[in-house]
């Protein structure tokens, strides 16, 4: 079973409320890993996102530290639902 189904699918312990559209963190494999299940994520709910609200990016090592800071804050806004780290 493929993360994004979980996560499409899950409901909250003991209650009918479903987990789309809350916040959550994916730790990934590595690199790849983050940036293939951020674009999995994108391609699955880019028509289910409220204007100005982007599915999962990916935040890794290789992205500079005013892009890391930019994505922890858009993420903060609730601008990411999903934010898909490396190890």
Excluded: W
């Excluded at 899950?10 to 559209?21: C, D, M, T």
């Excluded at 730790?27 to 289910?48: D, S, V």
């Excluded at 599915?55 to 601008?79: I, P, V, W």
């Amino acid at each position: 079973v493929a993360v994004t189904e979980i996560y499409q699918n899950a409901i909250y312990p003991n209650s009918n409320q479903r987990l789309f559209g809350k916040q959550a963190v994916a730790f990934c494999a590595g690199l790849e890993h983050a940036y293939a299940l951020a674009n999995t994520f994108n391609r699955m709910f880019e028509k289910k996102m409220p204007e100005g609200v982007k599915a999962a990016a990916y935040m890794a090592g290789d992205l500079d530290a005013s892009e890391q800071k930019r994505l922890l804050e858009e993420f903060n806004q609730g601008k990411i639902l999903v934010l898909c780290g490396d190890k």
